[in-house]
């Protein structure tokens, strides 16, 4: 399984970015599927998870303001990101996993499948 991320980039706050997240191998339907990020000199953190089932989370600090979402048919997963603030500036990682326990959904260590990162830098 390969995932690619795409659509970071510099924008200043209260700006929109979408990050796109295209998945090639296995079946993209039947994977959990989530967004996470890591700032400099800070641990990489959960930002929001849908599962095989459409069911969404997010984490506190971007609830209201991001949107998870999937297309199966284009085996792609969307992060539409509202309102950034300069504290939204990471690199995200899209990834994916066949199995997610669903109280550990929001634990990195539940997927097994990682893209590359995008960056996404918010200026204030």
């Known amino acids: 399984v390969q995932l690619q991320a795409s659509g970071g980039g510099l924008v200043q706050t209260g700006d929109s970015l979408r990050l796109s997240c295209a998945v090639s191998g296995g079946t993209f339907s039947r994977y959990s599927m989530g967004w996470f990020r890591q700032a400099p000199g800070k641990e990489r953190e959960f930002v929001a998870a849908i599962r095989y089932s459409g069911h969404t989370y997010y984490a506190d600090s971007v609830k209201g303001r991001f949107t998870i979402s999937r297309d199966n048919a284009k085996n792609t997963l969307y992060l539409q990101m509202n309102s950034l603030k300069p504290e939204d500036t990471a690199v995200y990682y899209c990834?994916?996993?066949?199995?997610?326990?669903?109280?550990?959904?929001?634990?990195?260590?539940?997927?097994?499948?990682w893209g590359q990162g995008t960056q996404v830098t918010v200026s204030s």
């Open positions: 990834a994916a996993s066949s199995g997610v326990i669903l109280s550990a959904i929001r634990n990195s260590d539940q997927y097994h499948h």
